[in-house]
């Protein structure tokens, strides 16, 4: 098959130090092309490069049977992620990974809290924060309170600094955080205890979920909140990331790993539907479960704790491609996109007139 990789080279997390984006870009496609090579697939590289014009060109004249999609924004901004898919779903093009739906459900640290509601799924309690107006409403919370960045991923602006143990400590501390982050921040309860990953992948049997992974905190200092800094996660040199290694699978009784599974599995069948996800979890004292983050799309570089995971499900990183490969074109099979004509875009010998026509 002819597969093409997508990415965006100056934009894949920009947030980060060049070293860093630099390794991260590299060790994912380096990994993908590994596995795509194993199965004789043809392959080509579409740099987005922020010019969606030539995008769309490249692909009209490449015609991919398939586009791995590892582009996480456009123009630096992550909202952008779920267009380029959508534009995708427009070209009928067959992708990997997740809809623009779901990518824009999860976008938000906010909004997946709205569906887990709904299934009576717990998650910590948390309210939004943009701006002085904001700051009553943190009296609804149970202290101590951690406060994240409302859009980043990839622990972007968390810290141990970020987490308060009242809510005049948090005030005082929100006019530094909006200022870095101010398209909003989440003030969320903090929620003391073990924390775990659970990855999990679409098949046509159903979702399959991967043995659970566990963070296992080993600080050499007595700290009072243990959690996947944006050092633990980025810096191998830092004391942070030597003392927050993944142990997978966890140890987790029979019934406690089901019962993470089972939620996971929900979670995934309602919020992302489509691809890969990872759901970050915690779990208190007492076992009760919490859901942290919901991740579509998260990272399978070689060393992510997804590629752990799959392996310990008994999976290659070549296995795990092509299942993604395959669902993404079972995927465009779907009625829906029946109405998409091939015909229904066009664009000059330029590309630059670019006209989109509904063929319906
Ligand atoms: N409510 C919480 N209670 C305890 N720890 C938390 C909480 N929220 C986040 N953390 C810690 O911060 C890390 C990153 O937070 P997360 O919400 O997953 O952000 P990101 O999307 O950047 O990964 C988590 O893996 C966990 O260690
Ligand atoms: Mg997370």
């Keep these: 098959m002819k597969v093409a990789l997508l990415y965006n080279d100056p934009d894949l997390k920009a ?42 060109c490249d692909i009209q004249t490449d015609k991919p049977d398939v586009v791995v999609n590892l582009c996480e924004s456009v123009f630096g901004r992550a909202e952008f992620e779920m267009n380029v898919v959508a534009l995708l779903e427009l070209l009928k093009v067959p992708y990997t990974g997740a809809s623009p739906i779901a990518l824009g459900i999860c976008l938000n640290k906010y909004n997946h809290r709205l569906f887990l509601k709904d299934m009576k799924i717990k998650c910590p309690g948390a309210v939004t924060v943009k701006g002085v107006q904001d700051f009553k409403s943190l009296g609804k919370l149970k202290f101590p309170v951690i406060v994240k960045p409302l859009y980043e991923d990839g622990s972007a602006g968390i810290s141990e600094r970020n987490i308060f143990s009242s809510p005049q400590e948090a005030m005082e501390n929100f006019e530094r955080l909006l200022g870095v982050f ?138 795990f491609v092509e299942q993604i490969l395959e669902e993404g074109i079972e995927y465009m099979k779907n009625p829906i996109f029946k109405q998409v004509s091939a015909d229904s875009v066009h664009t000059s010998e330029s590309g630059k007139d670019l006209k989109v026509t509904a063929a319906v």
């Design 15 to 56: 947030d980060l130090e060049p070293g860093i984006t630099d390794r991260y870009i590299h060790n994912h496609i380096i990994a993908i092309e590994e596995s795509l090579k194993e199965k004789n697939h043809e392959i080509i590289k579409l740099d987005v490069k922020n010019d969606v014009q030539r995008l769309i």
């Design 182 to 319: 101010s398209e909003g921040l989440l003030a969320e309860e903090y929620i003391d205890g073990r924390e775990f990953n659970c990855f999990l992948v679409k098949t046509k049997n159903g979702v399959k979920s991967f043995p659970v992974s566990e963070i296992k905190f080993s600080f050499p200092d007595k700290r009072k909140y243990k959690i996947i800094s944006y050092e633990a996660k980025w810096n191998p040199e830092s004391i942070e990331y030597k003392s927050t290694m993944p142990v997978c699978p966890a140890e987790l009784s029979k019934s406690l790993l089901k019962k993470i599974q089972d939620v996971c599995v929900k979670i995934f069948n309602v919020m992302v539907k489509k691809g890969y996800a990872r759901v970050d979890l915690r779990m208190d004292e007492r076992n009760n479960l919490y859901i942290i983050d919901v991740n579509p799309n998260p990272d399978i570089s070689p060393d992510a704790g997804a590629v752990r995971q799959m392996k310990a499900g008994g999976w290659t990183h070549t296995d």
